[in-house]
């Protein structure tokens, strides 16, 4: 069966500190990869998502950036962290079929900048 | 901007009711709808998914779908006080090839 980590679960980081947060699945080849942002009362925003190594479309501005290093990793980062960076970032994975997959999630690091 | 729409509640129904979540999405060509449960400080998890008109049920849930009113509902049966959480609905927007979500129904099933 498929498994989906991410690491750190909560992480509290200064202004203008720099960020990076991983996500890992397990049990799947060539996986569609997800970072959203869930601010607090709010739905899921879309920041970034991989069909495969090293390719990466942003689906917002910001200050964010994504990589995907190997076929199952995927890593969120910032050189400088603002305060509207606050939220719930979640990892999502699907199959790639092309088609409407279904979307699993990680358990999410909630991260707040102070 | 295709957009789903949800009623934010918070929805409050007794033990053993009948739950009834909607959701409206705006673009006509949509094919694929999916529901999540979401508990307080933890993430999405799928419950069910849609592709065709007419009811799909698993267990307490049925999903319903009517594309020509754009309207896709969850109907959870015998609700019970674990089922209290925000429930997201989502879209399959096939020409970006991502799920766009409503910002979920609060459900709190009373005791």
């Known amino acids: 069966s498929q498994t989906i980590h991410q690491w750190p679960a909560t992480l509290v980081q200064p202004v203008g500190s720099p960020l990076s947060l991983e996500c890992t699945v397990e049990?799947?080849?060539?996986?569609?990869l997800y970072w959203y942002r869930q601010a607090a009362g709010r739905g899921l925003q879309l920041l970034f998502y991989?069909?495969?190594?090293?390719?990466i479309s942003s689906e917002v501005p910001q200050n964010l950036s994504a990589s995907r290093p190997q076929d199952r990793q995927f890593i969120l980062s910032s050189k400088k962290l603002l305060l509207s960076d606050s939220g719930f970032y979640l990892c999502?994975?699907?199959?790639?079929?092309?088609?409407?997959?279904?979307?699993?999630f990680g358990p999410g690091t909630r991260l707040t900048v102070l | 901007q295709k957009e789903v729409e949800q009623n934010s509640g918070p929805l409050s129904v007794p033990e053993g009711a009948i739950a009834s979540l909607n959701c409206t999405y705006s673009?006509?060509?949509?094919?694929?709808f999916f529901w999540y449960r979401q508990y307080s400080g933890k993430s999405p998890e799928l419950i069910m998914f849609?592709?065709?008109?007419g009811d799909k049920e698993d267990g307490r849930f049925t999903a319903q779908l009517n594309k020509a009113s754009q309207y896709v509902s969850l109907l959870i049966r015998d609700s019970q006080p674990s089922d209290s959480a925000t429930y997201l609905c989502?879209?399959?927007?096939?020409?970006?090839?991502?799920?766009?979500f409503g910002s979920g129904t609060q459900l709190t099933v009373l005791p």
């Open positions: 999502a994975w699907s199959a790639g079929t092309g088609g409407p997959d279904t979307q699993y």
């Open positions: 049990g799947t080849s060539n996986p569609n």
């Open positions: 991989s069909v495969g190594i090293g390719q």
């Open positions: 673009d006509r060509g949509s094919q694929s």
């Open positions: 849609i592709y065709s008109n």
């Open positions: 989502a879209v399959w927007d096939g020409s970006a090839r991502q799920l766009t």
